[in-house]
C-alpha cells in the first residue's frame, strides 16, 4: 500500500498552461505539505494544511494555489506555467504537523515546462 | 532564522569503508534536527532526528549521528557503507516552536565497488 502517492508522476508542459497534481495519504495524518526541489536538489516548503486549513504560505506566486478538499487530499494548482517552475514537486504528510514529527514524502513530481 | 550548511555537494567512498557527512545550522534558539535520505527517483525517507537528550543519535541502516551545540553540528556517520546507501542525504533543521523544516543543499554519497 503507498502511503503518500502523487499524480501524474511526470508532467511536461508549455509555458502559459496551466497544470494540477494531486496528493493522496492514506495514513490519517492530520498535515499534509508541498514542497518544490529545484535543479540543485534545494527542497523548500512551499504550503502546509491541517485538517484542511492552510498553515504555512511561504513567499510563492499567487498562481501556485494549493487545495484540500479533505484532510487525506493535497491539491496543487499552478496557473499561467514558466521556465523557473520545472522542478520536482514533493507532497509529504505528517501525524499531527508539529515540527518534529517524521514527514512521509511521496515520489515526487517532476514538472518541465517548455 | 534557521540555515543549514551542508559542506561537502558530493562524497564518493568505497564499499565496507566509513564514512561522514557533515551540516553545520545557524539558529538563535535551540532546534531540533533531522537527516532524511532520497533514494534515487524515490521521496525523501526520515533516517534519524535528534530532539533532547543524548547527543548520539542512532537512525536506521545503521546510520548515527551526534549533536554537538558548540559547534553547531549535526553530522551523519556510518562504520562501514554498502552499495545500497547511494543516494542523496538531506539535513534538516527546526527552531522548536517552528512549524517548518529548513533543509540543507544535500550531499550525494556515491558508493564504489
Known amino acids: 500500500d503507498t502511503a503518500v502517492s502523487q499524480t501524474p508522476k511526470y508532467l511536461v508542459t508549455q509555458m502559459g498552461n496551466d497544470k494540477s497534481i494531486k496528493c493522496e495519504q492514506n495514513?490519517?495524518?492530520?498535515?499534509m505539505y508541498w514542497y518544490k526541489q529545484d535543479s540543485k536538489k534545494f527542497l523548500k516548503i512551499m504550503f502546509s494544511?491541517?485538517?484542511?486549513?492552510?498553515?504555512i504560505n511561504e513567499t510563492v506566486p499567487n498562481r501556485f494555489s494549493p487545495k484540500s478538499p479533505d484532510k487525506a487530499h493535497l491539491n496543487l494548482h499552478i496557473n499561467s506555467l514558466e521556465l523557473g517552475d520545472s522542478a520536482v514537486y514533493f507532497c509529504?504528510?505528517?501525524?499531527?504537523?508539529?515540527?518534529?514529527?517524521?514527514?512521509?514524502f511521496g515520489p515526487g513530481t517532476r514538472l518541465t515546462v517548455t | 532564522a534557521q540555515s543549514v550548511t551542508q559542506l561537502d555537494s558530493q562524497v564518493p567512498v568505497f564499499e565496507e569503508a566509513p564514512v561522514e557527512l557533515r551540516c553545520n545550522y545557524s539558529?538563535?534558539?535551540?532546534?531540533?534536527l533531522f537527516w532524511y535520505v532520497q533514494y534515487p527517483n524515490q521521496g525523501l525517507q526520515l533516517l534519524l532526528k535528534y530532539l533532547s537528550g543524548s547527543t548520539l543519535v542512532k537512525g536506521i541502516n545503521g546510520f548515527e549521528a551526534e549533536f554537538n551545540k558548540s559547534q553547531t553540528s549535526f553530522h551523519l556517520r556510518k562504520p562501514s557503507v554498502h552499495i545500497s546507501d547511494t543516494a542523496e542525504y538531506f539535513c534538516?533543521?527546526?527552531?522548536?516552536?517552528?512549524?517548518?523544516?529548513?533543509f540543507g543543499q544535500g550531499t550525494r554519497l556515491t558508493i564504489n565497488p
Open positions: 539558529s538563535s534558539v535551540s532546534v531540533y
Open positions: 495514513l490519517g495524518h492530520d498535515t
Open positions: 494544511y491541517n485538517n484542511k486549513e492552510l498553515i
Open positions: 534538516a533543521v527546526s527552531d522548536q516552536g517552528a512549524q517548518k523544516l529548513v
Open positions: 509529504a504528510s505528517s501525524p499531527t504537523g508539529n515540527v518534529f514529527d517524521e514527514q512521509y
